[in-house]
């Protein structure tokens, strides 16, 4: 089935550094999504991309949908303490129906 | 618009017992969806609805029932808890013509 694989599983940054993550697939999407989990929080939705090769930012993050559509990448510019959370990748099912979500990347960061 | 919520937010539950996780949204969402999220797993897809009358297992929907009884309401039943269950669930709707889904706050269950 559809898989999502993100790397690096977690992340350990200091302050105002710049951060990259990325999500690949062996399948092909025609839609990345980004999210952020806060600790005890829900996920929260961050950037969406819907064609290939698009860039788009959010203040800070930026995010890449892959050429091939099988990777995306998200980036965070001048990391801040409440930067602190677990993001994932997200795509839709091959029926469309629903999202999967990749096991995440765990950002922390200290001051 | 509260958006998306779950009840309870906290939850023990005894093995073999049964209890139902509730998930409304006020958005008019046809799409809605239940994730268990366990650490280093990810969020793994229970089951999910496109609509009134309509669900269809996810990845992972052993020990699971959900109906869609309304647009509104999308109750997750467990009938025999299980330890394994021990997890948070997270229920999430999206609008019909767009991926972009939105998350309830979570109910953490612990079963002993």
């Known amino acids: 089935g559809q898989q999502l694989n993100q790397s690096p599983q977690s992340m350990f940054i200091q302050e105002g550094e710049d951060v990259s993550m990325n999500c690949t697939s062996s399948s092909i999407f025609n839609t990345w999504l980004w999210y952020k989990q806060d600790p005890g929080e829900g996920p929260v939705l961050l950037i969406a991309l819907y064609k290939a090769g698009e860039l788009t930012s959010n203040g800070r993050l930026t995010a890449q949908f892959g050429i091939t559509r099988k990777d995306s990448f998200l980036n965070i510019s001048a990391s801040i303490p409440s930067d602190v959370g677990i993001y994932f990748c997200?795509?839709?099912?091959?029926?469309?129906?629903?999202?999967?979500f990749g096991k995440g990347t765990t950002l922390s960061v200290s001051s | 618009n509260a958006g998306v919520t779950q009840t309870p937010k906290f939850q023990v539950l005894k093995t073999g017992q049964s209890m139902t996780l509730q998930c409304a949204q006020d958005m008019n969402h046809e799409y809605m969806s239940w994730y268990r999220q366990d650490p280093g797993m990810g969020l793994r897809l229970i089951h999910y609805?496109?609509?009134?009358?309509?669900?269809d297992q996810g990845e992972v929907p052993n020990g699971y029932n959900v109906s869609r009884s309304t647009t509104e309401d999308f109750p997750l039943r467990l009938l025999s808890a299980a330890p394994s269950q021990t997890s948070v669930y997270f229920c999430?709707?999206?609008?019909?013509?767009?991926?972009?889904?939105?998350f309830g706050p979570g109910t953490r269950l612990t079963v002993t």
């Open positions: 609805s496109v609509g009134a009358g309509i669900t």
């Open positions: 997200a795509g839709p099912n091959q029926a469309g129906t629903a999202l999967i």
């Open positions: 999430a709707s999206r609008q019909s013509g767009t991926y972009e889904q939105y």
